[in-house]
């Protein structure tokens, strides 16, 4: 049966998803150890102009995240806020984040915001610090910096109800926004490598924080390894799948003529019939043939619509098989 022409032909077909799901898996394979390529290509670790990759009110892509940058500009003292809960060093402690007015600053492409009055800032982390009152009376210097910076992605808002008055749980810039009307931002805040002039970073009992990359670091990915094994397991049942069709399909046609029975280890049987019974009970038979009962003279039913069907074979008593 596997030789005719029908199962010849799903034969080739389940060949073909076999041979794209073997493909989809070593190309998951080839993903899995070259995951990081795409984000080497973006040479994160040279120093862009700020303006070149940066604009304000609009989402900042996911892929200027550990971006260097070069910038200038100056501080804002009074717009600054605490950001309490922070480890460092294994110490638990505070953030102190400055707003930072950067030269040239612009808005993003697409963005819809009057700048009439209002200037455009960036939060930057100046340091960290394990005593609250420094980190609520630090302030920046005025006068011009001059800095090498890591972007980082801000955080997600996070009510501050529970906190004093100029902490907040998280860098947020939708919150900095609310905190300083008068200002504009971006979506995202910068952590200094090195800063001249003015620079205010890890100053007045701050302790600068060495920036730190977000991005997971080169390797096997386990996830797109996980999906190669997937499509070999999908290949693996596509195969299965055909030769339990064809298996069901070859015994179906074997009981359809009766030959229930293995060629090579076929047995004989003699029935006796009951004396005064006119045939042989068809259960009896179907359990030796493997018929259903009705090929043996049982009544079958069947309903059409409201109406029931009987049909009865010939009652010609039987001898035996």
Known sequence: MALTPKWLGSLLFVLLLVTCFVGL???????AQHKNDAID???????????????????MPGLLADQRVSLSGHWLPDAQIVVPGRIFDGDRGFWVVTMFAP???????GADADTHGKTIAIPVLRGFTTDEDTAMNSRAEAGEVQMTARIGPVEGPVPANDLPEGQVHTVSTSQLINLFPGLLTYSGFLIPETAGGATSVGTDGLTAVPPTTTRAEGGFDLQSGVYAVE???????ALYMWWQLLRDDYLRRRLERGDSQDPANRREYVVVKPAGQGRIDPEVMAGLTGLPAHKHGAKRSARRGDRDISTTTDDTPTEGS
């Open 231 to 237: 499509w070999l397991i999908f290949a693996a049942m």
């Open 103 to 109: 030269d040239g600053a612009h808005l993003g492409e």
């Open 25 to 31: 898996s070593a190309w998951q394979v080839d993903r």
């Open 41 to 59: 290509s973006q040479d994160l670790e040279v120093v862009k102009p700020f303006n070149e990759v940066m604009g304000a009110q609009v989402p």
